[in-house]
């Protein structure tokens, strides 16, 4: 596709249900990032992959959260037993790897822990 | 921890004014320092970036002035006008890892 791709875009889920939000990046990135803003806030580092492995998961919050991207492409954010804590929006971005400059972001995924 | 400190949180500016958004880092890992501009429901999209051995950039009516030694970058809007409302995070990229700070955003508010 032209851009980043993010599903699904709005997302209402009970407090304790397991989550899984999508990201298809930019045709040829290798990098991939997926980041979380609160309202109000900058996007928050959560997790970088460089091909197919996490380079850097220093920024998931905890063990409920969990990142993968088994072919280098398509990446999937996993979130378990969710939290209210958890609402916001799900930012995903991707760029060419270490030697690029760039990255480009999707419009993201809302969620929401009612 | 907040690796890039942004100033101010928000901002109103007069149409045709200059805005002027402030950012400051302490990693001297940092790299590479783009600007990113969002609108509500929208991803943050890159306006112009600067690399540390620059201490001008221009674009359009976009200027990002770089100072190493005090480790601070700003962006400078000439001409502002009300399509410019949006929210502007500057980010810092670390060359150890690739991975790109942000700051917490300037709400930018043109009144025509």
């Known amino acids: 596709g032209a851009g980043v791709s993010q599903t699904p875009s709005n997302k209402v889920t009970e407090k304790g249900k397991y989550v899984e939000l999508r990201c298809d990046p930019i045709?040829?990135?290798?990098?991939l990032y997926w980041y979380r803003q609160s309202l109000g806030q900058g996007p928050e580092f959560l997790i970088y992959?460089?091909?197919?492995?996490?380079?850097?998961d220093s920024g998931l919050p905890n063990d409920r959260f969990f990142a993968v991207r088994p072919e280098g492409s398509v990446s999937t954010l996993k979130i378990q037993r969710t939290e209210r804590g958890d609402s916001a929006v799900y930012l995903c971005?991707?760029?060419?790897?270490?030697?690029?400059?760039?990255?480009?972001f999707g419009e993201g995924s809302w969620l929401t822990v009612v | 921890q907040q690796q890039v400190k942004q100033s101010p949180q928000s901002l109103i500016v007069q149409k045709g004014g200059i805005s002027i958004i402030n950012c400051a880092y302490e990693n001297t890992a940092f790299d590479y320092f783009p600007w990113y501009q969002q609108f509500p429901g929208k991803g943050p999209a890159l306006l112009i970036a600067i690399r540390p051995d620059v201490s001008e950039k221009k674009e359009g009516r976009f200027t990002i002035s770089f100072n190493k030694s005090a480790k601070q970058f700003s962006l400078h809007i000439m001409d502002s006008q009300p399509g410019d409302s949006a929210t502007y995070f500057c980010a810092a990229r670390s060359n150890t890892g690739n991975q790109f700070y942000f700051g917490t955003g300037t709400s930018l508010t043109v009144i025509p």
């Open positions: 971005a991707s760029g060419t790897g270490p030697s690029g400059n760039t990255i480009y």
């Open positions: 992959f460089q091909g197919t492995g996490a380079a850097d």
């Open positions: 045709s040829g990135h290798t990098a």
